[in-house]
DNA sequence: CCATCCGGTCCGCGTTATAC
DNA sequence: GTATAACGCGGACCGGATGG
């Protein structure tokens, strides 16, 4: 069991000044209230901390040893304490934050090279992955808030409640490049033209690529050729523009490319699919002031 | 079921006074 | 300067009630 602090402390100090009026004065505490304290420590340790000698305290070994063993905790408590206090005068120390692998990778890293310029004594680590892996982690407190765009699995039954807010839309669009286009769907857009097609996709289960079809024919399409799995934006953009197939990326990545025409769209003329970004947190959390810097900027 | 509030009880801390 | 006795007060703890 351990022994109550406020008497460590006690002991500390009567340590440091090897007397116990002397603590009195620093703890604005009577020397009687020192004495009952170092004795009550004395007796739950059963060791002799001090030998009392006339109007002296000789700390014996074992003071020593518990000293040695508080000190170092006690240095770190301090510091600890100066560090909430530092906290209240700017936002400082490390957010952790989860997001998609692409919102990740692009935007946040964005917003974290904006957020940084103007608080530079906070740090990042971002986790990227799929919102069922995030939820968890954001619920054990591993995680100060994530982004997700899928919301939320079956998985997620069991977890404490969350509060969702959306931060962004962006226009997702199946593209290829002109030459593709020209070679497998010149002239006829049907959706089985379109389904016999090769594609990029981001994930083992073509969740993306089965959404956009879901989203723009109102049914599945089993059995996609995907030729690259890959969670990266910025390669799927890369095989689409070198020919390998059909992926899906945000609209405004490719914007230039589509006016010049390198780049060609499946129009199907329904509007385009939304990928919906939110954010979201641990319903309840009073978020620390660096979190709270960061969330105002949106 | 769990969290919170409330009133009553009891223990221990810190005080003063005093002895050494 | 330190230890001890006596004492008052605050806070911790407990059981029960209440509410979401």
């Not at 899928?150 to 998985?155: M, N, T, W, Y």
């Given at each position: 069991m351990l022994t109550d602090f406020n008497r460590l402390k006690v002991f500390y100090t009567i340590y440091r000044h090897k007397s116990a009026a002397a603590a009195a004065r620093e703890m604005y505490i009577s020397q009687s209230a020192v004495s009952q304290s170092l004795g009550k420590l004395e007796r739950e340790l059963k060791t002799q901390l001090f030998v009392r000698l006339h109007k002296k305290l000789v700390p014996t070994s074992a003071a020593g040893r518990l000293y040695e063993i508080i000190e170092p905790f006690v240095r770190n408590l301090e510091g600890g304490l100066a560090w909430l206090e530092a906290e209240k005068s700017g936002p400082r120390g490390v957010l952790r934050i989860g997001a998609p692998v692409e919102f990740g990778s692009r935007n946040l890293v964005e917003l974290v090279a904006a957020f940084r310029k103007k608080h530079p004594a906070v740090f990042f680590e971002v986790a990227l992955g799929h919102p069922d892996m995030l939820l968890p982690r954001l619920a054990a407190g591993e995680l100060d808030f994530i982004f997700a765009d899928?919301?939320?699995?079956?998985?997620?039954?069991?977890l404490p409640p969350f509060t969702v807010s959306p931060v962004l839309k962006e226009k997702l669009v199946l593209a290829c490049s002109a030459g593709y286009y020209s070679a497998r769907l010149g002239g006829k857009l049907t959706p089985a033209a379109l389904a016999g097609c090769e594609f990029l996709d981001y994930s083992q289960g073509q969740t993306a690529l089965l959404n956009w079809f879901r989203h723009h024919y109102d049914k599945s399409f089993p059995g996609l050729k995907a030729v690259l799995t890959v969670e990266s934006v910025q390669a799927i953009l890369n095989a689409i523009k070198g020919g390998l197939g059909l992926g899906i990326v945000p609209e405004y990545l490719v914007e230039a490319e589509l006016k010049a025409g390198s780049v060609k769209a499946v129009r199907t003329g329904r509007p385009e699919l939304l990928n919906r970004i939110s954010l979201v947190r641990l319903k309840g959390k009073a978020a620390a002031p660096a979190e709270k810097a960061f969330l105002e900027n949106f």
């Open positions: 899928i919301f939320p699995g079956r998985g997620a039954r069991n």
